[in-house]
């Protein structure tokens, strides 16, 4: 058996394909989606994440609003760039990108956002949304999850889930939306007894704990789908968390790692912004 690969990047271009039918739409209006990105210092992945960000908007026709200081820049200095930036009527989603210099308290960099621009979700008042039931906006991450779930048509209500991380960015909004979906939810972490175990007795596990290969492939349940959130650079080599060609032989659903979530989740920072924009007007 060899699991289906779940191509993240095909359905990102086709997830692209109807925020630039939105834009479009907007365009009619005379209304330009903003995106605003934040980058701290010169943290080499942030820098490709960023530059990233910033095509997949040049090519959608979203506006990109670049906000660049150095890596030496204070605390004050970037609570005001989100001040001026929260007050930008361009902008229609905020973004400070992660990690940030450790003299810069994160907390409270994401506080400073407004709710109402806060693109990725992480703003306190938006999680306490999502944790109700009624989110303003979902995180990136966890939306391209989702998405390249139903698009595969994976049914998860009823279905044990497991979910190695348990991060503010993906492993708990994770968890809360499978829980709203119907699944049943295990999140685990480094301090979890019997990892294996919990496992193997998963329909549907979510690996995102950043460590290269550390869910070995005889752990996954035959058929089980695999989503490998995890990008690991060994040698020359990117991996994900999970040991793919082993799980692949066991698994029913798997993401590749480069081109599994990585693109669903630039494609559903498009989107988001998109609806801000659209919920703006």
């Known amino acids: 058996m060899s699991a289906k690969l779940l191509d993240g990047k095909a359905v990102a271009e086709q997830e692209n394909g109807r925020t630039r039918e ?73 973004l400070v990108q992660m990690p940030l210099p450790s003299h ?19 703003h306190p008042q938006n999680v306490g949304l999502l944790a109700l039931g009624r989110p303003w906006i979902i995180p990136c991450t966890t939306q391209g999850i989702l998405r390249l779930l139903e698009r595969a048509e994976y049914g998860i ?16 909004p994770t968890a809360l939306l499978l829980l709203a979906l119907h699944a049943t939810v295990t999140l685990c ?12 007795r998963a329909d549907l596990v979510v690996a995102a704990m950043g460590r290269p290969e550390a869910i070995r492939g005889d752990w996954v349940a035959e058929g089980a789908a695999v989503i490998d959130v995890g990008i690991n650079r060994v040698g020359e080599k990117l991996v994900g968390d999970v040991e793919f060609a082993a799980a692949r032989e066991r698994a029913g659903l798997i993401t590749p790692v480069p081109g599994g979530v990585g693109p669903m989740t630039i494609a559903m920072l498009m989107e988001n912004t998109v ?7």
Not at 68 to 81: K, N, V, Y
Not at 162 to 169: A, K, T
Not at 189 to 197: S, V
Request: aromatic residues 2%; charged residues 30%.
């Open 189 to 200: 972490h480094t301090r979890t007894r019997d990892l294996p175990g919990l496992v193997g």
């Open 275 to 281: 609806s801000l924009a659209e919920r703006a007007h």
């Open 22 to 94: 939105r834009v479009e739409a907007l365009a009619a209006r005379g209304i330009t989606p903003g995106l605003a990105t934040v980058l701290v210092g010169d943290n080499p992945a942030s820098r490709v994440y960023v530059a990233n960000k910033r095509k997949t908007c040049k090519k959608l026709g979203i506006a990109s609003i670049d906000a660049d200081l150095p890596a030496d820049a204070s605390e004050q200095q970037l609570l005001e760039t989100v001040a001026r930036l929260n007050a930008d009527s361009r902008v229609h989603g905020l």
């Open 104 to 122: 810069i308290d994160d907390h409270k960099v994401l506080e400073a956002i407004d709710p109402r621009k806060d693109v990725d979700g992480f």
């Open 157 to 172: 209500a009823g279905k044990n889930a497991v979910i190695v991380g348990r991060s503010n960015i993906v492993g708990k």
